[in-house]
């Protein structure tokens, strides 16, 4: 079994940043799902409201291994394909 590591992306941006802020990526309602149930959890950090994300607090990748091997894959190629949309 291969591990899927997250893309940088993910070590900055939290679940619902990247269900709601993804350039270009269609998300099917499993995987949008599953992002937003990862806010929903107990040890998910909610002091903050609408800034930055502080130096990855509540970054996706953390929340990493609780997603399929699927939504990994899907996620990595939307943040590729956003990160060559915005000029990273």
Same mark, same amino acid.
């Given at each position: #079994? =291969? %591990?899927?590591?997250?893309? #940088?992306?993910?070590?900055?941006? &939290?679940?619902?940043?990247? /269900?709601?802020?993804?350039? *270009? ?6 995987? $949008? ?6 806010? &929903?959890?107990? %040890? $998910?950090?909610? &002091? ?7 130096? *990855? ?8 291994? %609780?997603? &399929?091997?699927?939504?990994? =894959?899907?996620?990595?190629?939307? /943040? *590729? %394909?956003? #990160?060559?949309? #915005?000029?990273?």
């Amino acid at each position: #079994m =291969t %591990k899927i590591k997250p893309n #940088m992306l993910f070590d900055h941006w &939290s679940p619902d940043e990247v /269900a709601e802020c993804l350039v *270009g990526f269609s998300y099917g309602d499993d995987l $949008y799902a599953a992002l937003w149930k990862l806010v &929903s959890e107990d %040890k $998910y950090d909610h &002091s903050f409201n609408e800034l930055p994300d502080n130096l *990855g607090r509540n970054a996706l990748s953390k929340w990493w291994d %609780k997603l &399929s091997d699927d939504h990994k =894959t899907k996620l990595n190629e939307a /943040a *590729g %394909k956003h #990160m060559k949309e #915005m000029g990273y």
